[in-house]
């Protein structure tokens, strides 16, 4: 069983940048690829980016492509989620989770979740 743990959320202004991780424990050497989601209030949750635990292809929503950055290290069991050029529209609750079998950007396409680091941004 793997376990997931989400931290680095915070409040910052319009422009801001922040940098989320998710620590992994437990069975990680079937790890296959790993995700970020992101849901605001009154809204549905929705995929931000993505990763492949081997080899390390990443894709991304269109909506923070060229701002966001996803990334992996191995040796450390975390998964991060660089965020530059915030904008207010970015405020969410964030979750990391892991895919069942191969990277999708689908809620149904994962089935291990953390319990989510709320990000605020302000205009």
């Known amino acids: 069983q793997v376990q997931l743990v989400e931290s680095g959320g915070g409040s910052v202004q319009a422009g801001g940048s922040l940098r989320l991780s998710c620590a992994v424990s437990g069975r990680t050497f079937t790890l296959y690829a790993m995700a970020w989601f992101r849901q605001a209030p009154g809204k549905e949750r929705e995929f931000v980016a993505g990763i492949r635990w081997t080899g390390g292809s990443t894709t991304y929503a269109d909506t923070v492509k060229d701002r966001f950055t996803i990334s992996r290290d191995n040796s450390k069991k975390t998964m991060y989620l660089q965020m530059d050029s915030l904008q207010p529209e970015d405020t969410a609750m964030y979750y990391c989770?892991?895919?069942?079998?191969?990277?999708?950007?689908?809620?149904?396409?994962?089935?291990?979740w953390g319990q989510g680091t709320q990000v605020t941004v302000s205009s």
């Open positions: 989770a892991e895919a069942k079998w191969e990277l999708g950007t689908e809620i149904d396409d994962y089935d291990t």
